[in-house]
């Protein structure tokens, strides 16, 4: 019979998968002795069935808990329901990936009425009993039944004002009992019924929430994000209670290894006297550094520093870690590897292997390539810095400069930021459901909450500035604005960010890009360019990207959008001529134009890039891109065409196409006006010529790739055309210039027919942009309109422009490959769609067996890491 429940002791660290990341640490914890409160974890694959079996948890799952239970029982000495000895529990969620915040949790579980009473005999603490009772009311009634959590904090805001005080501190026993009576009030109006007072009820209520919490909104979000697939489900860990709130010599914390910002080896993190874990991670009150607790506590403190030693030792890693201190002894709550900065991960990556914990490639797999991102983020130009007003400090929680003008909630962040507006997101706190709001803004800025809040914990993986804690900002939500420093700031004024300084400055100063090719990141990048098979390339379309991507390690470039050169200035009158021309006397004419244009872009290129492999794709512009639709541009046209406005416009519109995507476009065009082709092929091959007699040195091997291939002939046709040109130039310059001529595979039909397009092909190059658009059969311009729908049924898990449909399109890819090396084994296989820079879409091409990867400039050193990590996993 399958097994859904699993006690802590029953459990270890490689069992992730079905206890999930806090049920499998727990259970290592307490394998290696040290001091977690007892439990038992309820697998993931009782989550998975609780779906499965139309959200009911079934019977057999139900018995296996209460036997649980009872274990617990019996090794507690306590009893669920017993107001003589009362067994207490924590109920918490745990995913095989870190989800921080996005799923529920209840702690004191197993409160009623009569057992508070007993409890509050028990611990001679009535005032702790009763606190912990109404916490356990709210928590329940908000998590588990869905009540308003904001009626509860008003009626604890009505008790303080009619006795006068601020903090909840200063409410005694008799406030707590008041403050009981008026929820369990409230939940009875709200529900129709009493506030349950079984435990066994409470405790499968909220197993039965946490599940549910696995589908809610934001953590719907948060998986997509991150690519966490939706049927992992999550465990749900049940630990019996201690408390952190049971006095003067209780607390709880949260304390790193290393410092998660910066990455600096030194036991990081903070702690909260007389509270429960939430006050810390909710950021209400502003907790002590945790070298405070040397003083406070030396004992604990010594042994939390040797079970935080044990622990970075035993997992090679920085670890994150929960505790709790109940009247002068520490527990454990939780172990995890902490979520840090790029610049902290790389840090502690290189510091680990110079420690000797870990070897290099293990190094390389330990830095997410979606990190690195942040490095690759622009710093505050330092003259406009010298003359900028500092108005604030706040605690330095996420690198990263950021200048953008204030909103204050998540939904205006979203707003604002659709209408191409830089925001700065300021809140009191934030929440999970601000995830979204965070995610488009440049920078956040909180009043409350410390380094390990929510707001500094969610920046830090997304990689967006953030300064937290500003206690000094007073905000008025309702006038929309903020006072600091005695100035009031409003929605849509400027202000400025240092995440790494926790610096607030009024109006916006500018930003430099980074330069992150230097220590850690060199030494890094170093050994995941020695780890990687694939080569890294870029889309490049001129000059000056071509560099930045050189300068960010890119080996070659895999794209060069040649209509990409004319959107500028004259050039765009240029290429409407081309497209508008009638006749081939005509459209010679404007190619003449083009031609010294693209000749010396391409010479730009082919020197930026220093002799390293070019592939120039030809003409592929949709053709309603280019077209003139302001009336003065048509008459301007006109003109110098020397047409009759008339026809001009009659010419316009005969080339309106109803789905231009599926145009007029790619090696169509060449098909139907070859001279298209001569031309580009002119431009191509006289750059690489002149640059070759330039730079006998380099050995230029110039790729032109003809785009939008379907069928085998088509290819020949155009090809045929290229040779025959480049050949007669290269003849004529007396030099042994080599060339190849590929072809993009995009629409399905070239990848059903692979074998036979590799025999005009020396290379394919996978563009699947458009082989993704054609598979699905939806517009790559539209798609994001609806495609929200269908991630909330479920249908789509995420953006399949965004990480490559292995599935479907995944196959036409590893289809296409094969059939092409069959019919010719030298040829050479690359990626140069959006997914090129995608790390899952990388470890697939890696699968595959592509030859390289092409990508925008900025992913270049994210595709680095994440092929280095492709070749590693895949050598196993
Ligand atoms: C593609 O279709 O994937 C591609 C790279 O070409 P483009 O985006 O220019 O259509
Ligand atoms: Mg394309």
């Known amino acids: 019979m399958a097994k859904y429940v699993y006690k802590f002791t029953e459990g270890n660290k490689d069992m992730r998968e079905l206890l999930g990341g806090k049920g499998a640490n727990l259970a290592e914890m307490t394998l290696a002795g040290m001091p977690v409160p007892q439990g038992f974890t309820v697998t993931t694959e009782a989550c ?24 617990l029982e019996a090794h507690t000495g306590k009893k669920f329901g017993d107001p003589a000895n009362p067994l207490l529990v924590s109920v918490r969620s745990g995913a ?21 009473e007993g409890f509050a005999q028990f611990t001679g603490n009535p005032r702790f009993a009763y606190d912990s009772y109404r916490r356990f009311i709210q928590m329940f009634s908000d998590v588990v039944m869905g009540l308003s959590k904001k009626r509860f904090e008003e009626i604890i805001d009505d008790v303080k004002e009619k006795k006068g005080v601020k903090l909840d501190v200063d409410l005694d026993t008799e406030d707590m009992k008041d403050l009981v009576v008026r929820f369990k009030a409230f939940y009875q109006q709200e529900k129709g019924e009493a506030f349950p007072q079984d435990p066994k009820t409470q405790l499968m209520e909220a197993v039965r929430a946490v599940f549910r919490s696995w589908d809610n909104p934001r953590a719907n979000v948060y998986r997509r994000m991150n690519e966490i697939p939706y049927d992992w489900g999550t465990a749900v860990n049940v630990q019996s209670m201690v408390f952190g709130n049971s006095g003067s010599s209780s607390g709880t914390g949260v304390a790193f290894t290393r410092n998660p910002a910066t990455g600096e080896k030194a036991l990081f993190g903070e702690y909260l006297i007389n509270a429960q874990g939430e006050d810390v991670v909710a950021g209400v009150r502003t907790p002590s ?80 390539p979606k990190q690195l991102d942040a490095l690759l983020h622009p710093t505050f130009d330092p003259d406009a810095l010298e003359q900028a007003t500092v108005i604030g400090s706040g605690l330095a929680a996420s690198p990263g400069a950021a200048a953008g003008r204030v909103v204050f909630t998540a939904e205006e962040a979203k707003e604002w930021a659709q209408r191409g507006e830089k925001v700065i997101l300021v809140r ?40 937290s804690g500003c206690g000094e900002i007073a905000v008025d939500y309702a006038d929309k604005s903020f006072t600091l420093a005695g100035t009031t700031y409003r929605e849509g004024d400027w202000i400025s960010l240092n995440g790494s300084t926790g610096e607030i400055f009024a109006g916006a100063i500018p930003t430099i890009p980074a330069n992150p090719n230097s220590g850690d990141f060199g030494r890094l990048m170093g050994w995941a360019d020695q780890s990687r098979r694939m080569g890294v390339y870029t889309n490049a379309d001129n000059p000056r990207d071509a560099a930045q991507a050189r300068a960010f390690g890119a080996e070659g470039i895999g794209l060069c959008r040649t209509e990409h050169m004319f959107f500028e200035g004259d050039r765009i009158k240029a290429i409407r001529e081309m497209i508008v021309s009638d006749d081939t006397e005509a459209r010679k004419k404007a190619l003449a134009k083009l031609l010294p244009y693209q000749q010396s872009d391409f010479e730009g290129i082919y020197e930026a890039m220093e002799g390293c492999p070019v592939v120039i794709r030809f003409l592929d512009p949709p053709l309603h891109e280019f077209l003139p639709t302001q009336e003065e541009d048509i008459l301007e046209l006109a003109g110098k065409m020397n047409l009759p406005v008339a026809r001009l416009k009659d010419i316009i519109e005969s080339l309106h196409e109803f789905n231009p995507m599926m145009g007029h476009r790619g090696c169509r065009l060449s098909v139907s006006y070859p001279e298209i082709a001569q031309m580009q092929t002119t431009a191509v091959i006289q750059a690489a010529i002149n640059v070759q007699k330039k730079h006998p ?44 001529v590929g072809t993009m ?125 492709a070749s590693l996993k895949k050598k196993g």
């Open 96 to 116: 095989r990936a870190s989800m921080p915040g996005m799923m529920d949790t209840i702690l004191n579980l197993g409160l009623n009425d009569t057992v508070v």
């Open 289 to 368: 550094p945790i070298s405070q607790l040397q003083q406070e506590m030396p004992q604990v403190y010594e042994e939390f520093v040797q079970i935080a030693n044990r622990l970075e030792k035993h997992y090679k890693d920085m670890q994150d870690m929960e505790f709790t201190i109940e009247n002068g002894k520490l527990y454990m709550l939780q172990t995890r590897s902490g979520k840090r900065t790029a610049a902290a991960a790389l840090k502690i990556a290189v510091d680990l292997v110079d420690e000797g914990e870990i070897s290099q490639e293990e190094a390389v797999l330990r830095v997410d």
């Open 48 to 71: 998975t069935r609780y779906y499965d079996d139309n959200r009911t948890i079934a019977p057999e799952i139900q018995a296996e808990i209460l036997d649980n239970l009872a274990w």
């Open 745 to 869: 595979i995009e629409i399905p039909r070239a990848a059903l027919t692979a074998d036979e397009v590799a025999q005009e092909a020396q290379f394919f190059s996978f563009g699947t942009n458009d082989l993704t658009q054609m598979t699905f059969g939806f517009s790559r311009d539209d798609a994001g309109k609806f495609l929200s729908y269908y991630y909330d049924t479920k249908i789509y898990e995420s953006d399949p422009f965004a990480h490559l449909d292995q599935k479907g399109v995944g196959k036409l890819v590893s289809m296409a490959a094969k059939l092409g090396r069959q019919t010719r084994p030298d040829l050479i296989l690359g990626i140069c769609g959006e997914h090129g820079g995608d790390p899952t879409s990388i470890e697939f091409c890696e699968d595959v067996g592509l030859n390289y990867v092409s990508c925008s400039p900025f992913r270049v050193p994210i595709a680095r890491l994440a092929a280095a990590q």
């Open 428 to 467: 009191l706190e934030t929440s999970p459901e601000d995830i979204e709001g965070m995610q488009v803004a440049q920078g956040i800025l909180t009043v409350r909450g410390g380094m390990t809040s929510h707001a500094a914990v969610v920046a830090r993986g997304m990689g967006t500035c953030c300064v």
């Open 697 to 740: 040195e380099w050995h230029m091997v110039p790729e032109i790739m003809i785009p939008l291939v379907g069928e085998a002939k088509e290819l020949k046709y155009v090809k045929d055309i290229v040779t025959a040109t480049a050949d007669a130039l290269i003849a004529a310059s007396g030099l042994e210039l080599e060339y190849l």
